[in-house]
């Protein structure tokens, strides 16, 4: 009857708002996940606070007007400049910058690029050695 067709549309009309629903949710969750996969500040948290260190961690020297006081960006320490020099990418990958490190993390991280970059090298060779034959 005509009361049956009526209900059948608005039963359309109901589908069709809940599909554009579902998307919209889906957009959302995306975009929660692009935020917890998002580094935004997840480097710093590790960083020792400023106001909590008066002094360079490694020599001792007070930080002021002349003694700038910088973060080692592997182990987050307040060090000086002095103690600050070396500059090393934390990661193998061939684009990876160079950040500022402690001396005693130059040691380390210069250490576990080597061992690295050796694993990396080891099948890479192989591979290249199986191109030519
Ligand atoms: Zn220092
Ligand atoms: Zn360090």
């Given at each position: 009857m005509?009361g049956?067709?009526?209900?059948t549309r608005?039963e359309?009309?109901?589908d069709?708002?809940k599909?554009?629903d ?13 935020n917890l996969i998002?580094?935004?500040n997840g480097e710093?948290?590790h ?6 260190v008066?002094?360079?961690t ?5 930080f002021?007007?002349f003694n700038?006081r ?9 060090l000086c400049?002095k103690?600050?020099?070396?500059r090393?990418?934390l ?10 490190v402690?001396?005693?993390?130059m040691a380390e991280?210069?250490q576990?690029?080597s061992?690295?970059?050796?694993a990396?090298?080891k ?10 034959v």
């Open positions: 005509g049956n067709g009526s209900l608005g359309e009309a109901a069709a708002s599909v554009s579902q998307s919209a949710e889906r957009t959302k969750s995306l975009v929660d996940w692009m998002k580094p935004a710093k948290d960083w020792v606070l400023d106001e909590a008066s002094k360079c490694s020599c001792g020297s007070d002021g007007a700038r910088h973060h080692c960006r592997n182990c987050g320490d307040n400049d103690c600050t020099k070396g090393i990418a990661t193998a990958e061939e684009n990876a910058q160079q950040v500022r402690c001396d005693r993390c991280v210069s576990r690029l061992n690295a970059k050796e990396v090298s099948p890479a060779g192989l591979q290249s050695h199986e191109d030519l």
